[in-house]
T-cell receptor, first 111, second 113 residues
């Protein structure tokens, strides 16, 4: 089955801790994206990557970091510098300028 | 900066009705527009993709239209069913943004039996 997997589904962390969210795709897509979804605010782009070993900041990159060492993987680290990390995080992939496919999401709660 | 607005924010209809969801965007220099469905607590499911050169796309009971010059798209759902209840999101990809999507805030649809 081709698709995008995100793990874990739910994640709980204490304030001040870094946490890494996993995203893997087997669709052979070049581009991958991370979005954040908050209630009533729609989805906002955090980071995106067009090819391996390259990535760009999106609209709300502060407090986040990413890596793209393999085509299939695009992990997102939420650092302690992110002021309001509690949110629903969604990963997506696509071929350039084509339909984006989304994973099931990770719900992060920081207390 | 591209802004996407969806109207109405919420819609409740009886089963069997035909309905229209609206999406507007401020910058007409888009590459494509995508409609998604999201069930509570889940990821997004792509429904339809319209390239900027196209006027409409159809999939089953769904039909999406695009008027790029006026910055508008509509999603038409025919013969609605309770299983159509979900949040519907519209997103546009700008012409020079390598497919980065700007999302509207969504329309919450409830179809009651």
């Amino acid at each position: 089955d081709g698709g995008i997997t995100q793990s874990p589904k739910y994640l709980f962390r204490k304030e001040g801790q870094n946490v890494t969210l996993s995203c893997e795709q087997n669709l052979n897509h070049d581009a991958m994206y991370w979005y954040r979804q908050d209630p009533g605010q729609g989805l906002r782009l955090i980071y995106y990557s067009q090819i391996v070993n390259d990535f760009q900041k999106g609209d709300i990159a502060e407090g986040y970091s990413v890596s793209r060492e393999k085509k299939e993987s695009f992990p997102l680290t939420v650092t302690s510098a992110q002021k309001n990390p509690t949110a629903f995080y969604l990963c997506a992939s696509s071929d350039p300028y084509h339909e984006q496919y989304f994973g099931p999401g990770t719900r992060l709660t920081v207390t | 900066k591209q802004e996407v607005t969806q109207i109405p924010a919420a819609l409740s209809v009886p089963e069997g009705e035909n309905l229209v969801l609206n999406c507007s965007f401020t910058d007409s220099a888009i590459y494509n527009l995508q409609w998604f469905r999201q069930d509570p607590g889940k990821g997004l499911t792509s429904l339809l993709l319209i390239q900027s050169s196209q006027r409409e796309q159809t999939s089953g009971r769904l039909n999406a239209s695009l008027d790029k010059s006026s910055g508008r798209s509509t999603l038409y759902i025919a013969a609605s069913q309770p299983g159509d209840s979900a949040t519907y999101l519209c997103a546009v990809a700008g012409g020079t943004s390598y497919g980065k999507l700007t999302f509207g805030q969504g329309t919450i649809l409830t179809v009651h039996p």
